[in-house]
């Protein structure tokens, strides 16, 4: 069972570059979302999605766009890096079962924007 | 809003030594609370995690966590730290009247001194 799988695990971009960090689980999850981990800042929320076709912001949307085409997929696109998106990126999902559903992460994205 | 405090950034513990690492939540309802760990290079995993049914919870590797509403906290344990417990850990919050997002602490580094 491959869980919550991430690519690329790693990513130099020129600023002014697009790219889309993949994020693909099997565990047939209602729930998923995007974080970015920061040093001194947790873990913030970046988008989610609670099913197919319905996506929305969290804390820290501007300069990432998401869909949601599909039960398994959830892409993220940064649509013009820039070096403060320089970061670990996680994408997480559960099943929409109850508020004490357990969260399974992915193994991350290591982004550099240059 | 829900969110969670984690007093200490880094811990440093002897081998064999208690851990403690600290977490308090604000709510004026009882939330649901979960501590997850990521060791080096990885993603996040579930250590435990607290839905009202028993204030004390015990999680893998030992870890045990108490819920304390009178202090709003939930502060993470272990009697005795292994080498291989050294790792980032943090606490989490989901609002139950919300939807199903995640809010996580700044994070706790535990580095186990030999």
């Known amino acids: 069972n491959a869980g919550v799988t991430q690519t690329p695990k790693f990513q130099v971009l020129k600023t002014g570059q697009s790219m889309t960090l993949q994020c693909a689980q099997d565990?047939?999850?209602?729930?998923m979302s995007w974080y970015r981990q920061d040093p001194g800042m947790g873990l913030r929320l970046i988008h989610y999605?609670?099913?197919?076709?319905?996506?929305d912001q969290g804390e820290v949307p501007n300069g990432y766009n998401v869909s949601r085409s599909t039960t398994e997929d959830f892409p993220l696109r940064l649509l013009s890096a820039a070096p403060s998106q320089t970061s670990v990126y996680f994408c997480a999902s559960s099943a929409s079962t109850g508020w004490s559903t357990e969260a399974f992460f992915g193994q991350g994205t290591r982004l550099t924007v240059v | 809003a829900q969110s969670v405090t984690q007093l200490g950034s880094h811990v440093s513990v002897s081998e064999g030594a208690l851990v403690l690492l600290r977490c308090n939540y604000s709510?004026?309802?009882?939330?649901?609370l979960f501590w997850y760990v990521q060791y080096p290079n990885q993603g996040l995993q579930l250590l435990l995690k607290y839905t009202s049914a028993a204030t004390l919870v015990k999680g893998i590797n030992g870890f045990e966590a108490e819920f304390k509403k009178s202090e709003t906290s939930f502060h993470l344990t272990k009697p005795s730290a292994h080498m291989s417990d050294a790792a980032e850990y943090f606490c989490?919050?989901?609002?139950?009247?919300?939807?199903?997002?995640?809010?996580f602490g700044t994070g706790t580094r535990l580095t186990i001194i030999p």
């Open positions: 989490a919050v989901r609002d139950p009247f919300g939807n199903e997002k995640l809010t």
């Open positions: 999605s609670v099913g197919a076709g319905i996506t």
């Open positions: 709510s004026s309802v009882p939330p649901y």
């Open positions: 565990m047939n999850h209602e729930y």
